[in-house]
């Protein structure tokens, strides 16, 4: 199976969506533990224990994942994150609150 097609089970597995953030991740993860650990399914440890070891493997895949990003702390790309609505508009359209001619 190739890196893609891991990947992508991983993420049909723990039921992301394409978009999703570490707490997102985390949040899927711990959830379908929950779900499937083997101490809460003792009348079908089997499928439990199977369950398990899936979602360990996909979290793995995920995180190794997750691990190759990079994320940008230049100033710029920080206040972009971090715009008002107002001050997005105004560095698009200008001031607002400019007089017109």
């Not at 890196?3 to 379908?32: H, P, V």
């Not at 790309?77 to 971090?82: A, G, L, T, V």
Request: charged content about 35%.
């Amino acid at each position: 199976m190739s890196s893609l097609e891991k990947l992508i089970k991983a993420k049909t597995l723990l039921g992301l969506s394409n978009k999703a953030t570490l707490f997102d991740i985390k949040q899927k993860y711990r959830s379908l533990m929950h779900k499937w650990h083997p101490d809460k399914n003792p009348d079908d440890l089997k499928t439990a224990e199977q369950m398990s070891i899936q979602i360990n493997a996909a979290y793995k895949t995920i995180l190794e994942y997750c691990k190759q990003y990079e994320f940008s702390f230049k100033e710029e790309d920080i206040r972009e994150k971090f715009i008002s609505p107002q001050e997005w508009w105004e560095s698009r359209f200008g001031d607002v609150n400019r007089p017109k001619k």
